[in-house]
């Protein structure tokens, strides 16, 4: 069972970054696209931003598009969420998400789309 930890949270003013870090149990994580999802309070869980198991490919929500980056470092099975410009609207709980090989049909933005989830780490964006 993999295992995903999520930290680097934290509260921020509006316009500061943050990273977030997604640290993976195992090795063969690194055979898995990794996703980022954000849930605020009353909504729903929306999808972030994703990459693919080589880091070749990134795809992100128009809401954070040339804000954050999604990166990742095999090597230390771990995945990166560099947030800028941050506006109290990102306040959420953020959860990293590994989608096993072969993918499910749909969206990748869809949260069924994915194996495994970490606990969360909360954002927290200042006015």
């Known amino acids: 069972q993999v295992q995903l930890v999520e930290s680097g949270g934290g509260l921020v003013q509006a316009g500061g970054s943050l990273r977030l870090s997604c640290a993976a149990s195992e090795r063969t994580v690194s055979n898995y696209a990794m996703g980022w999802f954000r849930q605020a309070p009353g909504k729903e869980r929306e999808f972030v931003a994703r990459?693919?198991?080589?880091?070749?490919?990134?795809y992100y929500a128009d809401s954070v598009k040339g804000r954050f980056t999604i990166s990742r470092d095999n090597a230390k099975n771990t995945v990166y969420l560099q947030m800028n410009s941050l506006k109290p609207e990102d306040t959420a709980v953020y959860y990293c998400?590994?989608?096993?090989?072969?993918?499910?049909?749909?969206?990748?933005?869809?949260?069924?789309?994915?194996?495994?989830w970490g606990q969360g780490t909360q954002v927290t964006v200042s006015s």
């Open positions: 990459i693919t198991s080589d880091g070749r490919q990134t």
């Open positions: 998400a590994a989608d096993r090989p072969p993918y499910s049909s749909g969206s990748y933005t869809w949260t069924t789309h994915y194996d495994y």
